[in-house]
């Protein structure tokens, strides 16, 4: 189960589960196999102790044996289900630290148990560098991810099914924030490989992520003509193709919003003005209707596509892009972007004269007026 954050603690939650329904598929299928899975182990036990009351021990040996190899072999099932099943929970408030010390400590016990090690503990690992990635907590999201992507390539099974490519993306994406852009591409390269090859996402959405995150990488060595075919192809297939049953609503309208952004910073530097301005007002206008999709996640993309909007004097574009971004970096004040965007804002506001709101802002506290000067999407004939 992936899942990215969500909501802000101030906004409005989500339900617990989408009627929309892939989270509530993926959800209840976990509950119906760990509810079955606990049945058949307390069955065991039951059998163990009822065939030592009827001195049977040969009987009870076998049952206990069976109550043990069960416990090794699907005990890690259950753990990483109910870490899924409080990752969802927790991710509904945004609250990234709660679930990061949830899985901290169930991974430790996870190696102190006698059960398997496998898929299930690296789909735990690879959720766990995702909550520390979402903190922003690049360097210390490494490791968790790697050790997700070994485990992964270490069982049989897990290494031919595309979930080996979730692992592998969020690796990617930590290469890339790092600055360790030779990795990040060859990690981005594999993981769009197993999606376009999997049988089960070659026509879906999946491979939009590793897209984003080449996208990424030519954007930060100055090919923008590459990294704006990356972007536009992984928006078309975040729009137009269905999703793999593992990934979420919300990390389809994440990645949409982070495109939006992203195709907006390089028609400006591609010199295409007029399509920037069109895509701004269109992301503007879905963010007045509803922007529970506007996440952490976003902050990258504001911090460099602002300071090309105010060098093209879109002063007041830019300001509305950076309210709705300060509404959401001021809940997650220690993030990296974060920090970035501060001193984005600040700066816009010292160029127009308004100097005195910067200490406010700088104390998160400056108020956010987000329904009064919001643009109409441009009408395209």
């Excluded at 269109?282 to 509803?290: G, I, Q, T």
């Excluded at 105010?310 to 959401?328: M, W």
Aim: proline content about 4%; aromatic content about 8%; overall charge positive.
């Amino acid at each position: 189960m992936r899942a990215t954050g969500l909501m802000d603690p101030s906004r409005k939650q989500l339900p617990a589960l989408r009627k929309t329904g892939l989270r509530q598929r993926a959800t209840s299928v976990s509950i119906v196999f760990s509810a079955f899975l606990i049945v058949l182990e307390i069955f065991a036990l039951t059998q163990t102790f009822s065939a030592i009351a009827m001195g049977e021990p040969i009987i009870a040996v076998i049952q206990f044996a069976i109550f043990l190899f069960m416990g090794w072999r699907y005990g890690g099932i259950l753990i990483e289900t109910y870490l899924a099943l409080n990752l969802v929970k927790q991710f509904q408030t945004r609250n990234y630290g709660a679930t990061e010390l949830s899985y901290h400590k169930m991974l430790q016990l996870w190696h102190l148990l006698p059960i398997r090690k496998g898929a299930s503990v690296a789909l735990a690992y690879s959720n766990f560098g995702l909550v520390r990635l979402l903190q922003g907590k690049f360097d210390a999201a490494e490791a968790p991810l790697r050790e997700s992507v070994r485990l992964m390539e270490s069982d049989r099974r897990a290494k031919k099914h595309f979930l080996s490519a979730i692992p592998i993306n969020n690796l990617a994406i930590v290469c890339a924030r790092t600055g360790n852009l030779d990795e990040a591409e060859s990690l981005a390269t594999r993981a769009l490989k197993i999606y376009e090859n999997h049988k089960k996402t070659k026509t879906t959405c999946g491979p939009a992520f590793p897209l984003i995150v080449l996208g990424w990488v030519h954007e930060e060595r100055g090919k923008f003509l590459e990294a704006e075919e990356c972007f536009e192809r992984a928006y078309s297939l975040l729009s137009h193709e269905k999703s793999p049953a593992v990934i979420l609503k919300e990390s389809i309208e994440q990645a949409r919003i982070t495109c939006k952004l992203n195709l907006a910073y390089l028609y400006l530097m591609l010199a295409k003005q007029a399509q920037a301005e069109e895509l701004c007002a269109e992301l503007l206008h879905e963010l007045s209707v509803s922007d529970e999709f506007f996440t952490v996640n976003g902050l990258r993309g504001i911090n460099h596509l602002v300071p090309k909007l105010i060098e093209n004097n879109q002063t007041a574009l830019a300001e509305q892009l950076l309210e709705h971004a300060y509404f959401v970096a001021r809940h997650h004040p220690d993030h990296p972007d974060a920090k970035i965007l501060l001193n984005t804002y600040a700066s816009l506001l010292e160029t127009s004269g308004r100097t005195a709101e910067i200490a406010d802002l700088n104390r998160w506290v400056r108020p956010v007026l987000l329904s009064t000067h919001l643009i109409a999407p441009a009408r395209i004939p």
